[in-house]
C-alpha cells in the first residue's frame, strides 16, 4: 500500500482537489488521507466548501494562532511533521502557490519524502508577489510536476527540471466545475439578490498591490462608480478590502452605492452561479481567470501580469492597467459584441485528475 498525503490550507485549494477520493477508489493500491493546516479554516474561508461540495472533512487540521507568516509558516511545519510521524507518507501532495504549499514543500524536503507539486511551472514573474516565491521555491525541491498548462512545462525546462518528471495533465480546478455542473446551475443566488442573467458585472479585488493603499482603493471607487452608471455590479467583498476600506475611512463611500451589491464572500456554487451568468468580470484573482476561460465569459484582469499566460493567449482573459478609462473602453467591447475570441485550452475537460492519479499509480 503506497500513502499518499495531500496538503490544503485554503479555498483555492479545496475547490483542486474535490475529485482526488473519487478517483483514488479506482486504484486499490493507495491510500489517501488529507491534512488541512488551518491557513484558512473558518466557517466563509473553508468549512462551508466541505459541506456544500459533500467532501469528506479532512483526516487531520491542523490549528493555528494567528500571528506573523513567519509564524504561521512554523507552526503548519511543526504540525505537518507529527502528522507525517503518525501517517508515514510515502508521498505529500501539494497544491497551488500559498504559504501552506511552501511549508508543506519543505517539511516533504527535509522529511525525504517523494513531493508533487499539482499546479506546477505557472509563473508570473512579479517578485512583488509572495505566490511568485512559494511557486518559485516549492518547484525548486518537487519531484514530481503536474502542470495546468504549456507555459508551465516550459518554465520548468528553463529552470533545469528533467521533462520526464513533467506531467501536462490539465486543471484540476475544472474537473470540480464539471463535476458540480448541475448543482451550480440549481444555485439560486440570483433570485437571492433579485437579479436575471446577463444583466450585471461581477467583481472581485483583494491583491495587496490593489486594496492596500488608498490610491488603490480610490481608483477602484472610480472603477466602480464608472461601471454602476448604467448597471448593477456584485461584489462578493474579501475580509482584506472590507478591512482597507474601513482604515482609510472608505467603505462608506461603496456602501452608499445603490447600484452595487455588496455581499460576503459567496460559497463555491453560488459563486460559480455568478460567474455562469453574468456579462463580465472584473478581477485581480488568479482562479477567477481560469473559470471564467473554462465558462467563456469576458474577464478583465486589473493586473499587469498573470501566472496563467493561457488564459489570455488562449481564454477570455484579458490584462489590463488598473486604468478607469481602459476598462471601460474594453466593457464597451463587450457590451457591442466585440470582445476578442476565446476558447478552452488543451485537457480542461474535468479529466485531469483521473490522470495524476494513473501516473501516480505508476510510481
Not at 13 to 35: C, E, G, H, S
Not at 165 to 170: A, E, P, R
Not at 313 to 338: P, Q, T, W
Request: hydrophobic fraction near 35%.
Amino acid at each position: 500500500m503506497k500513502r499518499l498525503l495531500t496538503v490544503i490550507g485554503t479555498r483555492p485549494n479545496i475547490i483542486k482537489i474535490t475529485q482526488f477520493r473519487r478517483v483514488v477508489k479506482n486504484y486499490p493500491a493507495l491510500d489517501l488521507k488529507f491534512v488541512h493546516t488551518g491557513q484558512h479554516y473558518n466557517q466563509n474561508m473553508s468549512d462551508v466548501f466541505f459541506s456544500e461540495l459533500d467532501l469528506q472533512s479532512p483526516e487531520y487540521i491542523l490549528s493555528l494562532d494567528k500571528t506573523t507568516v513567519v509564524s504561521q509558516l512554523a507552526q503548519i511545519m511543526e504540525g505537518l511533521e507529527k502528522v507525517v510521524t503518525e501517517y508515514k507518507p510515502d508521498v505529500m501532495i501539494v497544491v497551488g502557490d500559498v504559504n501552506s504549499t511552501l511549508a508543506a514543500a519543505l517539511v516533504a524536503n527535509k522529511m525525504n519524502i517523494h513531493l508533487v507539486h499539482v499546479e506546477s511551472g505557472l509563473r508570473s514573474f512579479d517578485k512583488t508577489m509572495p505566490e511568485e516565491h512559494n511557486r518559485v521555491i516549492t518547484d525548486s525541491i518537487t519531484n514530481t510536476f503536474f502542470v495546468t498548462e504549456e507555459s508551465g512545462k516550459q518554465n520548468l525546462i528553463k529552470e533545469g527540471k528533467d521533462s520526464k518528471n513533467i506531467h501536462m495533465v490539465g486543471n484540476t480546478m475544472i474537473d470540480t466545475l464539471v463535476a458540480y455542473d448541475k448543482k451550480i446551475n440549481e444555485a439560486e443566488i440570483l433570485k437571492t439578490l433579485g437579479l436575471k442573467s446577463g444583466s450585471y458585472a461581477l467583481m472581485t479585488m483583494h491583491r495587496p498591490g490593489n486594496v492596500d493603499s488608498k490610491e488603490g482603493l480610490l481608483k477602484l471607487i472610480e472603477v466602480i462608480r464608472e461601471l454602476t452608471t448604467d448597471q448593477t455590479v456584485v461584489f462578493p467583498i474579501h475580509p482584506r478590502t472590507v478591512n482597507r476600506l474601513k482604515e482609510f475611512n472608505l467603505l462608506q463611500e461603496v456602501e452608499k452605492n445603490k447600484n452595487l451589491k455588496l455581499m460576503e464572500p459567496a460559497g463555491y456554487l453560488d459563486f460559480q452561479k455568478l460567474i455562469l451568468e453574468c456579462q463580465f468580470v472584473i478581477t485581480d484573482s488568479g482562479g477567477i481567470q481560469e473559470e471564467t476561460t473554462f465558462r467563456q465569459i469576458p474577464c478583465l484582469t486589473l493586473r499587469p501580469n498573470t501566472e496563467r499566460p493561457c488564459t489570455v493567449d488562449i481564454g477570455s482573459n484579458l490584462l489590463l492597467n488598473f486604468n478607469k478609462a481602459k476598462v471601460m473602453e474594453e466593457v464597451a467591447k463587450i457590451k457591442k459584441g466585440n470582445y476578442k475570441k476565446c476558447a478552452i485550452p488543451p485537457l480542461w475537460d474535468g479529466k485531469s485528475t483521473e490522470r495524476i492519479f494513473e501516473t501516480l499509480s505508476k510510481f
